[in-house]
């Protein structure tokens, strides 16, 4: 098969679909791999490494898609690229169709094959090309909230670690999902308290199992929330119920109850946050400050680790690639029904249920 890695183009988006090690393994298997000059450069790979693997490279997106019979890439197509997609190419990449009608309609038109990391699902429901990405957001939410602790960045002026003779630092973790689990791990590494709710006991027993005695778990109740953030210093929020807003465990007058210099880092900002005050923020500008709290609700975490996000992505997306070229999509998901449930758009036709309840259509379902 002819496999095409373009550069990406939406805002501040340094990952790639592939690293060389991924086309390493394409060209021991005879396809053949073209990738776009520069495409890798912001997350570390150059293209001497990808021409040294066996890949070609090409200059323009445009020649990328026109000349490969599957994309592979990392966000969703922007509307640039909309018209370079062409009829029966497989295009495997996030696509979050629920949140764009115009990218599905666009897609819907191209006559291609959309699969969707984000709905590629193992049968104990798990979702295998979501996880690293968790657990990227997880482990920096330590990182980013042991700096906006720091006083020049308003927060308390807290050590998470402490020192001898001074206490460590506390964090209150709300959820012990992946990217619960990822944090609890990173501040129990500084030498911080930790606390971590749940409402599922099965996860609260598992971090009891696994964690050293520093980190303790808790019942998730409202009255016990609001116990906590009186004496915690970072909150890192990652709740999730899958497929609905999270819920607000976090209210708007809890922040009152705070310490002034409270850092909030809420990872589950892109289901709409587990905290009242939270809006969605950026890199550029990724904190704001209501009731001397400090609140961090960048939207996309991992896009400041590029290095880091595109390798553990692509150790998820390659085995899959690589059965997609090596047997074609329909046999590819035929054979492997985590991989068919990635099937989002099919040849003009809609064929996850999910996307037409999104927009209330009544467009007939294929599989
Ligand atoms: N901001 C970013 O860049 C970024 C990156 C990756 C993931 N995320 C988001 O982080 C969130 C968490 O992802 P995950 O992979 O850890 O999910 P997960 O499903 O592994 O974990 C979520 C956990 O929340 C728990 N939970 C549900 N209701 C709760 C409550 N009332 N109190 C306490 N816990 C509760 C669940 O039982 C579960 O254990 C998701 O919204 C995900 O989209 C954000």
Redesign the pocket.
């Known amino acids: 098969m002819i496999v095409g890695v373009p550069k990406e183009i939406k805002n501040n988006e340094s990952r790639v679909g592939m690293t060389p090690a991924g086309v390493y393994e394409l060209v021991k298997n005879n396809h053949k791999v073209y990738v776009q000059s520069t495409a890798g450069e912001g997350s570390g790979f150059f293209d001497k490494d990808y021409e040294q693997v066996g890949a070609e490279i090409l200059e323009s997106i445009e020649e990328v898609y026109a000349k490969s019979e599957m994309i592979v890439k990392v966000k969703e197509p922007i509307a640039k690229e909309y018209g370079l997609i062409k009829e029966g190419q497989i295009v495997f990449t996030y696509f979050h169709f629920a949140s764009s009608e115009p990218l599905t309609k666009a897609m819907i038109e191209s006559k291609s094959i959309c699969i969707a990391y984000e709905t590629v699902e193992d049968e104990d429901g798990?979702?295998p090309l979501?996880?690293p990405?968790?657990?990227?957001?997880?482990r920096?939410a330590v990182q980013q909230g042991a700096k906006y602790l720091e006083k020049p960045a308003k927060g308390r002026g807290v050590l998470l670690g402490g020192v001898p003779g001074v206490a460590p630092g506390k964090v209150l973790v709300?959820?012990?999902?992946?990217?619960?689990?990822?944090a609890a791990k990173m501040a129990a590494g500084l030498g911080a308290h930790v606390t971590i709710?749940?409402?599922?006991m099965k996860?609260l027993r598992y971090v009891n199992d696994v964690m050293p005695n520093h980190v303790v778990t808790d019942f998730?109740t409202e009255f016990s929330?609001r116990k906590h953030i009186k004496n915690h210093d970072l909150i890192i929020?990652?709740?999730?119920?899958?497929g609905k807003k999270?819920?607000n465990?976090i209210t708007r007058d809890m922040l009152k109850e705070m310490r002034p210099g409270t850092v909030i880092v809420?990872?589950?900002?892109?289901?709409g946050g587990?905290v009242e005050t939270t809006k969605a923020t950026t890199h550029e500008d990724p904190v704001f400050i209501i009731d001397d709290v400090v609140h961090y609700?960048?939207?996309?975490?991992?896009?400041a680790v590029p290095y880091t996000s595109t390798i553990a992505l692509t150790n998820v997306t390659l085995p899959y690639v690589l059965k997609l070229a090596n047997n074609g999509w329909q046999a590819a998901c035929r054979s492997d029904r985590s991989l068919e449930k990635g099937l989002n758009v099919v040849e003009g036709k809609v064929v996850y249920k999910e996307i037409i309840e999104a927009f209330d259509w009544n467009e007939p379902v294929l599989i």
């Open positions: 798990t979702l979501l996880t990405m968790s657990e990227v957001a997880g920096m709300l959820g012990a999902g992946v990217v619960g689990i990822q709710m749940d409402v599922n996860r998730s929330i929020g990652g709740v999730l119920l899958k999270a819920p465990l809420d990872v589950a900002v892109d289901q587990c609700c960048v939207a996309n975490m991992p896009g």
